[in-house]
């Protein structure tokens, strides 16, 4: 469902006189809450569980010799999990990262184990691991969200994973939300509640 036929499901089912809008130019006053309630609904529901499934997007990059940290916009997180320099980053998902040396289509792909940010730094980021280069074989994340790797990559490897995104808006009437469509009156019958 569109936010328009969320927020017009939302008038129906609380018998708002009146016929369906066609479009949010020139809301009444009433109409306006509708479509207020309608959003914000949307926007608690997504911060409920900084894990819903629905919230997963696709992380694919690669690594540069010698650097250890990578942004979101570095390692292209987007709302459609497709490559591209919008980051959208509000966690990255810990358990789902993969590193394979660029080049050789997976062939020697292995999973990068976890390791908490005041461990990596003082492993790490401390006296004469710093000037280390190899195949990383860990990874952590700062303070700053920023995807730290251990050791430092000595070249290019393609970096797999997941990272759950920022809450989606919804603002014009055409919006889908993101979650699956079978759960979409969810958020209508919510709205009811406000």
């Not at 570095?74 to 999990?81: E, F, M, R």
């Not at 980051?87 to 020697?108: C, H, M, Q």
């Not at 070249?155 to 889908?176: I, N």
């Amino acid at each position: 469902m569109t936010f328009l036929e969320l927020v017009n499901l939302v008038r129906s089912e609380a018998g708002v006189a009146g016929g369906d809008l066609a479009n949010f130019t020139g809301l009444s006053l009433e109409s306006t809450r509708f479509k207020n309630w309608v959003a914000n609904e949307w926007s608690m529901l997504q911060t409920e569980r900084p894990d819903w499934q629905f919230l997963r997007v696709d992380v694919l990059f690669d690594t540069t010799a010698n650097q250890a940290s990578y942004t979101a916009q570095q390692a292209k997180v987007t709302s459609d999990g497709t490559i591209s320099g919008t980051p959208i980053l509000a966690d990255w998902k810990r358990d789902s990262f993969r590193l394979s040396t660029s080049g050789v289509s997976y062939a020697d792909e292995q999973l990068l184990g976890f390791m908490p940010w005041d461990t990596y730094r003082n492993l790490y980021q401390y006296g004469a691991m710093r000037s280390q280069r190899a195949k990383p074989v860990v990874f952590s994340i700062g303070p700053d969200k920023k995807l730290w790797f251990g050791i430092v990559p000595d070249g290019a490897y393609t970096v797999a994973g997941e990272a759950y995104r920022t809450p989606q808006a919804l603002s014009a009437a055409g919006d889908v939300p993101l979650l699956p469509d079978r759960f979409h009156p969810i958020i209508a019958y919510r709205a009811l509640r406000a």
